[in-house]
């Protein structure tokens, strides 16, 4: 990655907001050591990187095994493809270690971290450049509002709604 690709995603909201906003302040107030969420912070940011950078197929590849896992998770208005891509970016980076292996994180940290990095997450794939940007996956093209608060939903290819 170059280091123009690489300073955008440092610029991104999902790496000031999220990342070292939210994401930082749940860990914290969960007991997770400070060296322990800069390793979260690091491998999510990673992460989402490498989602952000993936050909449209290989994206869909690494997603579509948890659309059925997300069919509850938060926030409901996001479309499948998305909460799913937060599983991959989010969920199950080191971040999971904290709840399966060492039970600092409860069910209920991982539901908030996980519903505080759809937006950004959102906002960081649909950047210009970014290949899955430009994603058809489920035959839905993705949508992000204008504006940070706009809501996500999918949009029928015809452009019916």
């Given at each position: 990655m170059t280091t123009?690709?690489?300073?955008?995603?440092?610029?991104?909201?999902?790496?000031?907001?999220?990342?070292?906003?939210?994401?930082?302040?749940?860990?914290?107030?969960?007991?997770?050591?400070?060296?322990?969420?800069?390793?979260?912070?690091?491998d999510v940011i990673r992460r989402a990187r490498?989602?952000?950078?993936?050909?449209?197929?290989?994206?869909?590849?690494?997603?579509?095994?948890?659309?059925?896992?997300?069919?509850?998770?938060?926030?409901?208005?996001?479309?499948?493809?998305?909460?799913?891509?937060?599983?991959?970016?989010?969920?199950?980076?080191?971040?999971?270690?904290?709840?399966?292996?060492?039970?600092?994180?409860r069910a209920a940290d991982i539901a908030a971290i996980t519903q505080a990095a759809t937006e950004p997450l959102a906002l960081l794939l649909k950047e210009s450049g970014a290949p899955v940007s430009d994603n058809t996956l489920g035959r839905a093209r993705r949508t992000v509002s204008p504006g940070l608060g706009g809501p996500i939903h999918p949009v029928r290819p015809d452009g019916l709604e």
């Open positions: 123009t690709a690489e300073n955008n995603i440092n610029d991104s909201v999902f790496v000031r907001e999220f990342c070292r906003g939210a994401l930082l302040k749940l860990l914290t107030r969960a007991g997770v050591s400070d060296a322990d969420v800069h390793s979260v912070g690091v490498m989602l952000a950078a993936l050909p449209v197929d290989y994206f869909d590849v690494l997603v579509t095994p948890f659309l059925e896992e997300v069919s509850q998770h938060r926030p409901l208005s996001a479309p499948a493809w998305l909460r799913a891509a937060v599983v991959v970016a989010v969920r199950n980076s080191r971040l999971e270690d904290f709840h399966a292996l060492q039970g600092t994180l």
